[in-house]
């Protein structure tokens, strides 16, 4: 098995290497036959990627422990379904399965790529040729995933217990696959450019690519968060991780992008920026795989840390000067058609959303690197986390929500004062009256406050046009549901970010309850006791073990109550006392309101061979809150150490993901129906088609 | 907030949408400022202090974890030892000062915003103010370069300005967008920024 797998990986390094001098020599000398067997050597990389990617996988499916790999990510009793798991679990099945997703997706993107890109074809498939030579060179010489052991060992080291979680089947990929993805808009925009191809053919394609690699990664950095939640037991869904940051980088640069491309496609601006972009995007996405393999940073990810940080830099240093350089090659043929009319125009909002998006990148960049240059200049060592970031990019994010309620507003070129009042009275009447009530209530937090009227001004911003749309429409004789679904289809794009936009706005609620409201108590209970937080009562009732050879497990029952805080007065008073919130209490009678609502079972496990704890938190989740228990530790004595905390609006966070999904696949729906814009007028005028 | 409400601006008052511009960009940087300086506050039980706390100070042997977030023995201490200086009337700043006496700044989460680590939270300011005001001189550039533009005629490559009279395709947009605009019955608003609504799609 891993003689075929490290042939097929030399095969696909000879493939791609002959693509990549095939598809330059056959433009070079009119050679359109080489140019066309160049574009299946590629395909056929394909093919090569995924010989060696099954040859690995076979090779845990047998157990077959002569190959190192193998025996670092799997054991005998380990639950099979995590072979797909085991398969990108370390740094050298991961680079085969980027490896394997590059190819796939190249081979697709040139397979469904436009005719009229054919002039800058032969470029894009050098560009992807030459990005898989580095993977396949890489994975041949400096970290095969098929190194063979000297002696044999009877069983394997096993998986790393983190990874065990049905999440893991899809968040390292789709994250992976969305940081590999990047590489197609890139390799088709630079290579229309090489070819002189200024015009907007590419729009479609770089539009279509790097949306759904920006919903790929969206959807992966969702997983992960929820992936932390539930099992991590770090209490939280985004650390502000170096390793989360790199991912979220290169993701935010796309969503300038996607944003951005529209002004491109309907204004025929911008041109120059969303190059700028696209190249921004790329190389951030290998900051992020040199950050991710052995990248000098501390972070709480390091399954893939391995010794090729320099290969990765280099290839990184090396992307950036191609894009830099490119870009200042053709930056003079990439002039705007048209120009900006006013500062309250959609093209001027898309522009600051773009800044925008760009700042916090650009923070969130300066975070990762600030220790470093720290340690540099000073040789003292900081650390920069969460409370930074909260910080500086709390305020940032609040202000690209605003724009997601005024953007959209706006008509494109410019606006009047008639028009601003018609479309914002009744939105910041809803933001205004959200804030009022709120502070009618007695809700603490100013800024919260805020933001929760920001995020009513969205909402309502949105909801104005669905209600304006629909309701022409239900007019003119459909009925509501159908007047809406007709109001969408009308424009997939527009009405496909709205979505997006509403799944964004789920987000941020979450994000301001859990960061502004959330309630924490900690505790040790022994079998019968309970601990008190705010209005719930949990209650140790039985406890769970299970030892297997891999793992010592142990669970709690809990029984969750909803009590009357009045029944507790005294027990609460006293606590207060002590400066507490929450407290232990012996008695496990119960009280005359308690009403048993739900069970939970926080989850410990141990695993002596990689001295690492997993555990899974307990939840019980309500849309307004999430009462969430995570078991520390199960001491000697027998009690078990919990920390309790109430997580409002926690619910919205996983409410988002399937909006978010929904949206970017409405947004990508081929369109057929006659576009909400004046084509054919246009067309009229412009004999070239392009607009 | 109530007070730096756009609402008010679209009133009696409203002049233009650039004056509209102007106050919102004052606005937002005036939330920014606010914001930045009260994200976390210090009003809230002991216990939540503590726990507060022991997000903004990092474990020393977890990687890229805090205290909050980690089960490892010397964590529980930590947090221990927060709460125990909590409790005999530090204030958050003596208690932060306490860790960086003995494990150096690194403890700290977020570097303290003074001497050399004023850069750490400078440079963000300039990023953001920076990029925002690249924005809108680009903007402004771009407006300026109309007029030039339309003259010299050279710059349009592919494609002409904006075709001639659409006016019967704009109605028609208007009415499923169910816009209906009185066609310029005030006085107070020219043709084109009425033209110009109606592109609203």
């Known amino acids: ?691 | 907030m109530a007070a730096g409400d756009p609402l008010l601006m679209i009133g009696s008052r409203a002049r233009s949408p650039r004056a509209f511009a102007i106050f919102f960009i004052a606005l937002s940087l005036l939330i920014l400022l606010t914001a930045t300086n009260c994200v976390r506050e210090v009003d809230i039980t002991l216990e939540q202090r503590s726990h507060q706390l022991a997000g903004d100070l990092m474990c020393p042997v977890c990687d890229g974890q805090t205290l909050d977030g980690s089960n490892a023995q010397i964590a529980v201490d930590m947090r221990l030892k927060v709460r125990e200086l909590l409790d005999s009337g530090n204030t958050n700043a003596e208690v932060k000062d306490y860790f960086v006496a003995r494990y150096g700044e690194e403890i700290l989460a977020a570097p303290e915003s003074s001497g050399f680590n004023l850069l750490a939270y400078i440079v963000p300011v300039v990023i953001v103010f920076g990029g925002i005001g690249i924005a809108l001189i680009t903007i402004k550039n771009m407006r300026k370069s109309a007029a030039q533009v339309n003259y010299s005629g050279t710059q349009t490559v592919s494609s002409p300005n904006e075709p001639a009279d659409l006016s019967d395709y704009l109605a028609k947009v208007d009415r499923d967008l169910g816009i209906y605009i009185q066609p310029a019955s005030s006085e107070s608003y020219d043709v084109s920024s009425s033209q110009s609504d109606k592109e609203n799609s």
């Open chain 1, 1 to 691: 098995m891993a003689d075929l797998g490290v042939m097929a990986l030399l095969l696909g390094l000879a493939l791609s290497i002959y693509a990549a001098v095939g598809a330059i020599v056959g433009e070079k000398t009119a050679m359109a036959e080489l140019v066309v067997s160049a574009r299946r050597a590629l395909y056929m990389t394909t093919l090569a990627a995924a010989v060696a990617s099954g040859a690995l996988i076979n090779a845990f499916v047998q157990n077959d422990f002569s190959i190192k790999y193998v025996v670092d990510h799997s054991n005998t009793f380990m639950d099979r379904a995590f072979v797909w798991v085991a398969f990108y679990a370390g740094n050298e099945g991961s680079l085969l399965y980027i490896l394997l997703a590059l190819a796939l997706i190249s081979a697709i993107s040139i397979w469904f790529a436009p005719k009229r890109l054919a002039r800058s074809m032969p470029w894009t498939i050098a560009i992807l040729a030459i990005i898989q030579l580095f993977y396949f060179g890489v994975l041949s010489f400096v970290a095969s995933p098929f190194e063979l052991l000297d002696t044999i060992p009877l069983e394997g080291r096993g998986i790393n217990p983190l990874l065990t979680h049905p999440g893991m089947f899809s968040h390292p990929p789709l994250l992976m696959g969305g940081l590999i993805g990047i590489t197609i808009p890139f390799a088709f925009v630079s290579g229309a450019l090489i070819a002189g191809n200024y015009g907007d053919d590419w729009i479609d394609v770089a539009r279509v690519s790097a949306i759904i690699t920006w919903g790929v990664l969206g959807t992966g950095m969702l997983l992960g968060a929820w992936w932390a939640y539930t099992i991590l037991g770090w209490g939280g869904y985004w650390a502000w991780d170096p390793i989360e940051n790199v991912a979220l980088m290169p993701w935010l640069v796309l969503t300038a992008f996607v944003h951005s491309i529209m002004v491109q496609k309907r204004r025929g601006m911008f041109r120059m920026w969303n190059v700028a972009l696209l190249n921004i995007a790329f190389v951030l996405a290998q900051l992020g795989m040199f950050i991710n393999r052995g990248g000098p940073v501390v972070s709480v990810h390091s399954f893939a840390a391995s010794s090729l940080g320099v290969i990765f830099l280099s290839f990184m240093l090396a992307s950036l000067l191609f894009a830099f350089a490119l870009f200042l090659w053709r930056m003079p043929q990439l002039k705007s058609d048209r120009a900006m009319e006013s500062f309250m125009s959609r093209e001027a909002s898309f522009l600051i959303n773009n800044f925008l998006f760009l700042a916090v990148m650009g923070v969130t960049l300066w975070g990762v690197l600030y220790p470093l240059f720290s340690d540099l200049a000073r040789d003292i060592s900081v650390s920069v986390s969460a409370p930074y970031f909260d910080r500086t990019n709390g305020p940032v994010l609040l202000g690209i929500v605003v724009m997601m309620g005024i953007g959209p507003l706006l008509p494109w070129r410019k606006t009047s004062a008639r028009s601003m009042k018609q479309w914002f009275m009744w939105p910041t009447l809803v933001g205004l009256l959200t804030i009022i009530v709120l502070v009618a209530l007695g809700v603490q937090r100013p800024i919260a406050i805020f933001a929760f009227g920001v995020v009513a001004f969205v909402a309502a911003s949105i909801s104005e046009e669905w209600w304006r749309g629909t309701t022409a429409r239900h007019r003119s004789g459909d009925n509501w549901v159908m007047a809406w679904w007709r109001l969408v289809n009308g424009n997939r794009p527009r009405h496909g970010g709205y979505i997006v936009h509403i799944s964004i706005l789920m987000l941020a609620l979450g994000i301001i309850g859990t960061n502004f409201y959330q309630q924490r108590t900690d505790g040790a209970l022994a079998l019968g006791e309970s601990i008190i937080l705010d209005n719930y009562r949990i209650e140790y009732v039985d406890e769970g073990e299970s030892i297997r050879d891999d793992r010592i497990a142990k669970w709690a029952e809990m029984s969750v109550y909803e009590i009357n805080p009045d029944d507790y007065s005294q027990e609460i008073a006293f606590a207060a006392t002590q400066g507490s919130s929450g407290f232990t209490l012996k008695d496990s009678r119960l009280r005359e309101n308690d009403n048993l609502i739900d069970q939970i079972e926080p989850w410990h496990g141990f695993y002596p061979d990689f001295n690492m704890a997993s555990v899974r938190s307990g939840i019980r989740s309500t849309i307004v809150e999430d009462l969430y228990v995570i078991p520390r530790d199960f001491l000697a004595d027998g009690r078990v150490s919990i920390a309790v905390s109430i997580n409002p609006l926690a619910w919205w966070l996983w409410v988002s993901g399937p909006f978010f999904i929904i949206g970017t696949m409405v947004a990508l729906w081929p369109q057929h129906a006659v576009e909400r814009r004046p084509v054919r007028k246009r067309k009229l005028d412009d004999p070239e088609g392009e607009n």
